[in-house]
């Protein structure tokens, strides 16, 4: 099961796990395009509701396990940014941010708890390297993302041995026209490029996979291009 599944990273995770043999249960809002994003794929079961909604996330779960019969994993990303100052930000965007980004990962965790013991599955929450670093006005994204890492390693403790949970924090991952970024843009990173939704997605697979990442649990994942280990002093 996927959150934010119909567009970029959880796109590109829900694909992965579909050419890897996997079936998967895509959630996301009402007219976000899942019908467009699957087509009619037998191994696609679109899932419309507000991840931050309890009942919804309860139904969703529930019609995860009876299309498939069980739950083998979930990888809890969807998420949102409202960027202002912090003197404009208001107490109902940052309760948004907080409901969608954080609070829905825990409403799904709870859900599927039952189901997951029962396959002995795992995990996956999409953080962000900005858990780590910032810029301006994200406090509302940033808290969230930090929470997520620390909301997976309290998962790990209280759902292990029968699930493993891990996170991933992507730096930037370009899901809009990779052509259009610059020579800089690349130049910037260590590794050579701007990330991109594949380089999260393969990251997001392994861990799912028992057979090769079943000694790793509560952990932090920074798939970056080596950006958070880059001091950067001003010119």
């Known amino acids: ?52 909604d309890a009942a919804a996330v309860a139904r969703g779960v529930d019609r995860a396990v009876q299309a498939f019969g069980r739950l083998d994993g979930l990888v809890s990303n969807a998420g949102i940014m409202k960027r202002r100052p912090l003197g404009k930000l208001s107490l109902q965007d940052w309760q948004r941010v907080i409901d969608v980004n954080l609070t829905a990962a825990f409403l799904f965790a709870r859900a599927a708890e039952k189901p997951l013991r029962k396959a002995r599955g795992a995990i996956v929450t999409i953080a962000s390297t900005r858990a780590l ?29 029968d699930v493993r949970v891990n996170c991933i924090s992507p730096g930037w991952i370009e899901t809009g026209d990779y052509r259009k970024l610059r020579k800089k ?39 970056d291009g080596g950006m958070t280990r880059k001091m950067i002093y001003s010119e």
């Open 185 to 223: 843009d690349h130049d910037e990173h260590p590794a050579g490029r701007v990330g991109k939704p594949d380089d999260i997605a393969e990251m997001a697979a392994f861990l799912l996979d028992a057979e090769r990442s079943g000694f790793i649990t509560g952990a932090n994942v920074v798939v």
């Open 133 to 161: 670093m910032s810029e301006r006005n994200t406090e509302a994204y940033s808290a969230t993302k930090g929470g997520l890492v620390a909301l997976t390693h309290a998962l790990s403790i209280s759902l292990g041995p």
């Open 1 to 52: 099961l996927i959150t934010g599944a119909a567009h970029g990273i959880g796109l590109a995770i829900a694909n992965h796990l579909l050419g890897a043999g996997w079936s998967v249960a895509a959630f996301d809002l009402p007219k976000s395009g899942l019908s467009r994003a699957f087509g009619k794929s037998a191994h696609v079961v679109p899932i419309e509701g507000d991840v931050a």
